[in-house]
């Protein structure tokens, strides 16, 4: 079964460092994954996604994740936060990826991110 | 112009209670989703429906009962409203039930509050 783990449920940074979130899954086909956004009191936008093309997926916003497939690793990044990036960010995996089918989205519990000036 | 809509936004009401939440569509998907989000942000499925059609009902309490009049609308009814019930409820929209090609469109949500 698929299943998605975000190391770090909140993340503080200062305006203009790295951000890293951090995003392991298990699944037992090729996954699909995704980063979604939301900010508060919104739905979730999507940021990025990887569907088996580049492994380095950029997204919008200035994010952007790599797929590593030997680490079973899909960090996000982003090279200087914005106080505007302050929102709940959450990967997902797709329960069939590749296999096709009727798929449904397997969320991870979610990050914080706060940007302080 | 909003591409998943739901209303209410927000929705306040009594244990026992029964009570519906709607949701449409504009972009013209063929597959729709309730999600639930507990208290702590998690997130997990609830209903999928293709062309009307219910393909994904995980191990929801059957208080909870889905309709999609068209494939356009997929409205979420609750009957006998109990405190664990409380959580925003998200529906989302997609074209086709895999995620290649496409992406899942979130709505605003709605906040229910159970007292």
């Known amino acids: 079964a698929q299943s998605v783990t975000q190391l770090g449920s909140h993340v503080s940074v200062s305006e203009g460092a790295l951000v890293l979130l951090r995003c392991n899954y298990s699944?037992?086909?090729?996954?699909?994954l995704f980063w979604y956004v939301q900010y508060p009191n919104q739905g979730l936008q999507l940021l990025l996604k990887?569907?088996?093309?580049?492994?380095l997926v950029k997204g919008i916003n200035g994010f952007e994740a790599e797929f590593k497939k030997s680490e079973t690793s899909f960090h996000l990044t982003k090279p200087s936060a914005h106080m505007s990036d302050a929102a709940e960010y959450f990967c997902?995996?797709?329960?069939?990826?590749?296999?096709?089918?009727?798929?449904?989205?397997?969320f991870g519990a979610g990050t914080r991110l706060a940007v302080h000036p | 112009d909003t591409a998943v809509s739901q209303t209410p936004k927000y929705l306040v009401t009594q244990m026992g209670n029964d009570k519906s939440i709607k949701c449409e569509q504009n972009?013209?998907?063929?597959?729709m989703y309730w999600y639930k989000q507990d208290s702590k942000k998690f997130l997990k499925i609830m209903f999928s429906?293709?062309?009307?059609?219910?393909?994904i009902n995980e191990t929801v309490p059957n208080r909870f009962s889905p309709k999609s009049p068209d494939k356009a609308h997929l409205n979420l009814h609750i009957n006998s409203l109990e405190l664990g019930d409380s959580a925003v409820y998200f529906c989302?929209?997609?074209?086709?039930?895999?995620?290649?090609?496409?992406?899942?469109?979130f709505g605003q949500g709605t906040r229910l509050t159970v007292v």
């Open positions: 989302a929209s997609s074209q086709g039930g895999g995620f290649m090609n496409t992406e899942a469109f």
């Open positions: 699944s037992s086909v090729p996954p699909y």
């Open positions: 990887y569907t088996s093309a580049a492994t």
């Open positions: 997902a995996v797709s329960d069939q990826g590749f296999s096709g089918g009727y798929n449904k989205l397997i």
């Open positions: 972009l013209g998907h063929d597959t």
């Open positions: 429906y293709n062309n009307k059609e219910l393909i």
